[in-house]
């Protein structure tokens, strides 16, 4: 019903209003009219009259009609249910102030006036509980979807537990709570928590703490089983024994944060007893609880992965030579994949116990991780082997057929070139080098006088053949000379003007002419150097370098070392001097 239609009743005398001009309708056939058919008007008005309450009673909202001096004329069935204090004779004025929307007897009524003839007035009243109540969930569910959307993605980046943990009580205040406490299961019988706090409208802080595993609270070890505990006085109490909570007039809960097999933390949320945790409340708190454990977990995860692959690098770099009497050695190792450092090639030595030294040079097939593990398998080899085996060519050998034997049980084609040699010292300060070769570059020398020379020494590959043609070389140093050995990695890095050059073997020794005064760990850092200079920060091959000094009386390492002049290309063929 419209309020034109109210604006027509007559509820003084119980009777409708004579319309002015009374309307009947009408069927249009050609040019003659004929009416519809009876309606309304045409029965009797009392009957009309006493049908207006059945029809108003199906309305859905209330009718509360009111005189020009207030007073109330008449009430609708459905607004006697809606505000049962509105009498016929009465007034409004006990319902107060009449806001288009007010809360009575616990529900939501919307409040809408017209006005009627004779100075008169109608208000409508509608129940708006259950649309309100329906528009109010769909905001509360949007909300809450926006929260967990921002949770995952700000839980998404952390891959350390230490911000990741943070990041997750960071992230429950003050949606989820006032304060916010994360436990980590124990580890090694301590446990690690975060806590974030929120003061007047600031920024929640965050601080943390360690507790021995015994210290905890019940209510958290049972979470860590997997329950979760019910928001009783015990709970805040055991908070607040172990400093989480400023107080006990707090409302709280504890809920576990899911892991791979068992929880890998609880949560727990407290705020102000006013605002009690309801259900809803706690299916958004386990909402997030599952997305920060999956974050935990993933952070978790990647440090365990990260502190194994530290481990495992860290045992297939090349390891420092042991130190040997009067040799002073000089190393320098970069690897072709810089993230991983660790590649194909290898240096090292081993003590013998008449006072002399094994030590080796070498590069394997592939590149990476697999390359890594193959020479970590070699000086496994060569550590074992030394012991029954100190010459240098049979020792070679024996490596051969031990890399022939582990290749053909893992069906790999694997192979390696390799100097290695035996030092051992002489009275006068010098020492004397026996090397064997296997395929590799030959060594270079940096005598006294500032030359370099090329040892003579070549090979066959080592874990191809069963029996092949290996090389050997003896040389002395004299205090103060040097032996220089080194990867293709150095040779073969390829710069230059043109961009595609090898550095190539004149050189390296051009570069290294003139540095007989430098110590064996500064020419390794040269070497190094150099190779990189050339290469421009292209991609290279591994690079490793192995340098062993005789340590003369006289002779120790300088404190200051001198720049040595960058080195420079060959002129171009037919260019002249100055």
């Not at 296997?438 to 066959?460: D, I, K, N, Y």
């Amino acid at each position: 019903m419209t309020g034109a239609d109210v604006r027509d009743l007559d509820p003084g005398d119980g009777r409708f209003a004579k319309p002015s001009v009374a309307r009947v309708p009408t069927w249009r056939s050609g040019t003659a009219r004929a009416p519809l058919g009876p309606t309304a008007l045409d029965r009797p008005q009392a009957q009309v009259v006493a049908d207006w309450p059945e029809v108003v009673e199906h309305l859905r909202e209330g009718l509360v009609v009111c005189g020009p001096d207030g007073t109330v004329m008449h009430v609708s069935p459905v607004a006697q249910r809606l505000l049962p204090e509105v009498v016929v004779g009465g007034t409004l004025d006990g319902l107060g102030s009449l806001d288009p929307e007010m809360t009575r007897h616990g529900r939501r009524l919307r409040l809408r006036r017209a006005s009627l003839s004779a100075g008169r007035s109608c208000w409508y009243v509608e129940d708006v509980s259950d649309s309100v109540e329906r528009a109010d969930a769909l905001v509360a569910e949007r909300s809450r979807s926006a929260f967990l959307a921002v949770v995952g993605e700000k839980l998404g980046n952390p891959l350390h537990p230490d911000r990741a943990a943070a990041a997750v009580v960071r992230l429950a205040v003050p949606t989820l709570a006032e304060v916010a406490v994360l436990v980590l299961a124990p580890r090694s019988g301590r446990a690690r928590w975060w806590r974030a706090r929120r003061v007047d409208d600031e920024s929640p802080t965050v601080d943390r703490g360690v507790l021995i595993a015994a210290e905890l609270p019940p209510a958290v070890v049972e979470s860590l089983r997997g329950g979760e505990p019910h928001a009783v006085d015990w709970l805040v109490e055991q908070a607040v024994d172990a400093g989480w909570l400023p107080g006990a007039d707090l409302s709280a809960r504890l809920v576990p944060l899911p892991g791979r097999d068992a929880p890998m933390g609880v949560l727990l949320v407290a705020r102000q007893a006013t605002r009690w945790y309801v259900e809803e409340d706690l299916d958004l708190i386990r909402a997030f609880a599952a997305r920060a454990g999956a974050a935990l977990t993933t952070a978790l995860l990647y440090r365990d992965q990260t502190e194994m692959a530290d481990t495992l690098q860290a045992s297939l770099l090349p390891a420092a030579p042991a130190p040997a009497p009067g040799v002073q050695w000089g190393t320098a190792y970069r690897p072709a994949q810089a993230g991983l450092r660790i590649g194909g090639d290898f240096y090292g030595s081993h003590r013998l116990p008449d006072g002399g030294s094994v030590f080796f040079l070498g590069d394997v097939s592939g590149k990476g991780v697999e390359a890594a593990v193959f020479t970590g398998q070699l000086r496994q080899c060569l550590h074992a082997l030394h012991r029954v085996e100190q010459h240098p060519v049979r020792l070679l050998q024996l490596l051969n057929d031990a890399l022939l034997e582990t290749t053909l049980a893992h069906g790999q084609g694997r192979f390696a070139t390799m100097v290695l040699g035996v030092v051992r010292p002489h009275r006068d300060g010098g020492l004397g080098l026996t090397l064997a070769g296997g395929g590799h570059l030959a060594p270079l020398v940096l005598r006294s006088s500032g030359e370099v020379e090329q040892l003579p020494l070549s090979g066959m590959l080592i874990g191809v053949v069963s029996d092949p043609r290996i090389g050997q070389v003896s040389t002395r140093l004299a205090p103060g000379e040097t032996c220089l050995l080194y990867s293709d990695g150095v040779t073969e890095a390829r710069g230059g003007r043109r961009g595609d050059e090898q550095l190539g073997t004149d050189r390296l020794t051009q570069a290294l002419t003139g540095c007989q005064r430098m110590p064996a760990p500064a020419l390794a850092e040269r070497i190094e150097q150099v190779t990189c200079d050339w290469l421009a920060q292209r991609d290279h091959d591994d690079i490793a370098v192995l340098a062993l000094r005789a340590v003369g009386p006289g002779d120790r390492p300088h404190r200051h070392l001198h720049a040595v002049p960058a080195m420079s290309e060959p002129e171009p063929e037919g260019s002249t001097g100055p």
